[in-house]
């Protein structure tokens, strides 16, 4: 029974592979342009900003929280790495500052949730104004340019290695680093332990409130970082760069089949659901699909494949 | 008892996941009569009856109700008809009041716009409850009851309909005996008037004083039909579990050394005040008292779930600050909580994953878990426990009741716990579990732990206690050693009576 009923849950987890697959298909006979080499690395790039904040999000998920100040931490955390540049400083140390900047901001969220006792929805519905707000009054409402011409900092947005992109080359890291957290560490059973039932959880000794400081400050980090690699791309830091993303990385997190109370879910799902969006995205543009019938194409899909996921449930 | 059966079962077959847990089973029932469900825990009462009820369809087999072949898809189909269940898992929605669970989904409504009759559901309800001889307030919120009186809202719940056939799965797991006594006079009451009742509990005195017959299951076959007058409790459990059993208790001899682990005017404001007493190194100290005299809450304050307000706590001469689980942990406390769904387990994840819980430092090493040795520990829990699972990756859902609290109980072997603290440890346990669980506590006191045990069942009480500890409203009212210990002490303690 036990391979059997293994094995059935691969044949569900496997949906979204499956999905990803029919659409890639579809746009593969649609539009000749979609299945070349250069199209594939191009929207690996583009998937790989969405990707990296929706791994992110799949821990907060697991726990049965939710993080909406994910795109005020890319930004923020993007204008102060670039302010930092501006200056003239170590572009490795204003990284390095750019992320603990993110860190401390996705902590800030995890002490109002535990300590301040606040839903996260509107723990982080907060912060996302105060994180944007923050950003405004630090670039003055004007995009920061003029940054290192430092070859490093360069390669991170914009390089190569290997003739894979360099942001893909970071995405797959922090996917293998944190598949590895998720499935092998006390940390990341107590991920799922906690989304799973938090009282039992609290009961047979885990550290719930730390536990859940650490996930919301992983995803602090993360979209930091993807705040980064968008700066570095870009040249310059943004005061609007990822507003709406949390909506991208929520979404790529659910089409990958976590469950949105908590408990139940894997990182692999989201790689899958964020290369939905990204495929659709980029099949979309290169079919002339008008940006306005792609939003609703985007929401149909995400509907389409809850709705699926509900069936097999069932 | 009438001549022709209400409900008849023939060769019910089912399996889940290629597992067969039912092989064929038979079974009817007679209007006007209490029968009797017996079964070791995973043996196949608990989906027999949902079968019944069309919470899963049976693989193979039929189903006559009042002499007509039956499907029902749906437990709301099956109630209908006049079949109500009050399953084994309590089904109250917290934040609903008592009248709004009892009348859910069926909410009584004004003409055409269905507005609803809030005063008259209120209403109907303090009559029911009333008939049950319960005091609770039918519009406060279900959640702020007590796991017994949630549990006679649901019993209020399933008689309020019209109801013909009544599948009671384990209802008086999380009773008093007070509360029991009423359950069993609105049961006769209902055997009067006609309804059949389908009677599932591990408690054996139950039984016998109140079921007509007892159909025994074992592994997922009907063993035999017994009429209660004819049959013991020997030949019962030799039934459900295919050999002699023996004693009830096993022989309990213990060795108490010194003072371990002393309580000292422990205090919670408005619910329990100036708690003392000791537990001794290889102890059991029996806690005895009514549902809501405050026993749980004292141990989730020793346990650091809730705050206390005053007093101290110390394990070996050291005084404990223990303000979070993971600090009684640490010191050497475990806890096996009364409402394993809530508290005890996590449902979604698997044995092994809960298993593994408070032990999870012992099974990693700078955070990374060594995987070999936790499924190799939770294999040998398995066995040791005698675990009924397809294996350690089965969720704990899909566990049969007591298997699930086996595992509750497993968890807490791992982190070798100097205290023990066990709530209501064997409630919906079978008898040859039961007996299993008590030869563990025997043998971990042996080894010098001490435990502290909670229970409702006053022959668990008397039976593996070394002393008994009673609690009144919050107070302790006696302190009673073995020797001394009997049923009318300890009831008279627990009632208010005298301090001995
Ligand atoms: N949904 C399910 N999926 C898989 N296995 C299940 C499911 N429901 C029950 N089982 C298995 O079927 C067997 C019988 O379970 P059931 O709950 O009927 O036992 P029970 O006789 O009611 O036991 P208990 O006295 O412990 O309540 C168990 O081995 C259980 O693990
Ligand atoms: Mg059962």
Redesign the pocket.
């Known amino acids: 029974m036990n391979k059997i009923s293994k094995g059935l849950g691969s044949v569900q987890k496997l949906g979204p592979v499956l999905g990803l697959v029919l659409i890639t298909i579809i746009l593969a006979i649609m539009s000749p342009n979609f299945l070349t080499v250069d199209n594939i690395l191009n929207v690996l790039r583009q998937v790989s900003i969405n990707a990296i904040i929706a791994f992110g999000m799949t821990f907060v998920i697991l726990t049965g929280g939710i993080d909406l100040s994910v795109g005020s931490i890319l930004a923020l955390g993007s204008a102060l790495t670039a302010g930092m540049l501006a200056s003239g400083m170590d572009p490795i140390l204003a990284v390095l500052i750019g992320l603990l900047a993110g860190a401390i901001m996705g902590l800030i969220n995890g002490v109002i949730i535990t300590k301040g006792k606040v839903a996260p929805f509107i723990a982080t519905l907060a912060t996302m104004t105060i994180f944007r707000g923050l950003t405004l009054v630090y670039t003055d409402g004007r995009p920061i340019t003029g940054l290192s011409d430092s070859i490093s900092f360069q390669m991170i947005g914009k390089g190569y290695f290997f003739g894979i992109p360099f942001p893909v080359v970071t995405m797959l890291i922090a996917y293998f680093i944190l598949f590895f957290i998720l499935r092998k560490t006390t940390f990341g059973r107590g991920v799922y332990a906690i989304g799973g039932n938090e009282e039992a959880s609290l009961l047979s000794g885990l550290k719930v409130d730390r536990l859940k400081m650490g996930v919301y400050s992983i995803t602090g980090l993360l979209s930091a970082l993807a705040g980064i690699t968008l700066t570095s791309r870009l040249n310059s830091a943004q005061p609007t760069a990822g507003v709406s993303y949390e909506l991208d990385a929520i979404a790529a997190v659910v089409l990958g089949g976590t469950s949105l109370s908590g408990g139940r879910g894997w990182i692999f799902g989201t790689l899958i659901g964020a290369l939905i969006i990204g495929v659709l995205n980029n099949g979309l543009n290169l079919l002339n699909v008008s940006s306005f019938y792609q939003q609703v194409v985007k929401g149909g899909v995400i509907l389409l494949a809850v709705l699926l996921d509900r069936k097999k449930a069932a | 008892m009438k001549n022709t059966p209400i409900v008849e079962m023939k060769n019910i077959h089912k399996s889940?996941?290629h597992?067969e847990?039912l092989k064929g089973v038979d079974f009817s029932l007679y209007p006007g009569e209490i029968h009797a469900l017996m079964?070791e825990?995973?043996?196949?009462?608990?989906?027999?009856m949902k079968i019944l009820t069309g919470i899963h369809k049976s693989d193979e087999g039929e189903i006559d109700y009042k002499g007509e072949k039956v499907t029902y898809t749906s437990p709301k189909d099956a109630e209908k008809d006049g079949i109500a269940v009050i399953h084994?898992e309590l089904n109250i929605i917290p934040y609903l009041s008592v009248a709004e669970n009892m009348f859910l989904g069926k909410e009584l409504k004004h003409g055409p716009f269905g507005l609803l009759k809030n005063k008259e559901m209120n209403k109907k309800s303090q009559e029911y409850l009333n008939r049950l001889g319960i005091t609770i307030d039918s519009i406060k919120p279900a959640g702020e009851l007590s796991v017994g009186q949630q549990q006679m809202i649901e019993i209020a719940r399933a008689i309020a309909a019209d109801t013909e056939v009544l599948i009671m799965d384990?209802p008086t797991a999380a009773l008093t005996d007070r509360e029991i006594d009423t359950l069993f006079k609105v049961m006769n009451q209902l055997r009067k008037d006609g309804v059949a009742i389908i009677y599932i509990s591990?408690r054996m005195e139950e039984i016998f004083k109140i079921c007509d017959r007892i159909t025994v299951?074992r592994d997922g076959q009907s063993i035999g039909t017994k009429e209660t007058l004819t049959t013991d409790f020997e030949e019962i459990v030799k039934m459900m579990v295919g050999r002699e059993l023996g004693e009830r208790f096993p022989k309990r001899t213990s060795t108490i050394g010194e003072n371990r682990f002393v309580v000292d005017n422990l205090s919670h404001e408005g619910i329990f005040e100036n708690i003392t007493f000791n537990v001794r190194k290889g102890e059991i100290l029996g806690v005895a008292g009514l549902m809501g005299a405050g026993r749980t809450e004292i141990m989730e304050t020793i346990f650091g779930a809730r705050k206390k307000s005053g007093g101290r706590i110390s394990l070996d001469g050291k005084e404990l600050t223990i303000r979070k689980p993971h600090h009684a942990i640490k010191a050497g406390i475990g806890f096996i909580t009364e409402d394993r769904k809530d508290e005890g387990l996590i449902l979604g994840l698997s044995v092994r994953e809960n298993l593994v819980i408070p032990n999870l430092k012992t099974f990693s090493k700078t955070g990374i878990v060594k995987e070999k040795k936790e499924k190799q520990w939770t294999e040998e829990m398995i066995l040791k426990l005698r675990i009924?699972?397809s294996g350690p990756e089965q969720e704990v859902k899909?566990?049969?009741?007591?298997?699930q609290q086996k595992v509750v109980f497993g968890k807490w072997l791992g982190i070798e716990p100097k205290l023990l603290i066990l709530d209501e440890p064997t409630r919906?346990v079978?008898v040859g579990a039961k007996k299993e669980i008590y030869s563990i506590m025997n043998e971990l006191t042996e080894r010098g732990f001490s435990i502290i045990m909670v229970s409702s069942e006053l022959p668990e009480i008397l039976g593996m206690s070394d002393r008994v500890m009673v609690i009144h409203e919050g107070k302790v009212t006696a302190i009673i050693d073995r020797e001394d210990a009997n049923q009318e002490k300890i009831m008279e303690a627990a009632t208010g009576g005298v301090r001995t």
């Not at chain 2, 825990?41 to 027999?48: D, R, W, Y």
């Not at chain 2, 899909?398 to 298997?403: D, E, I, Q, Y």
């Open positions: 889940f996941f597992v847990v079964g825990n995973g043996a196949g009462k608990s989906t027999l084994q384990e591990h299951l009924k699972t899909s566990l049969s009741g007591g298997n919906g079978d």
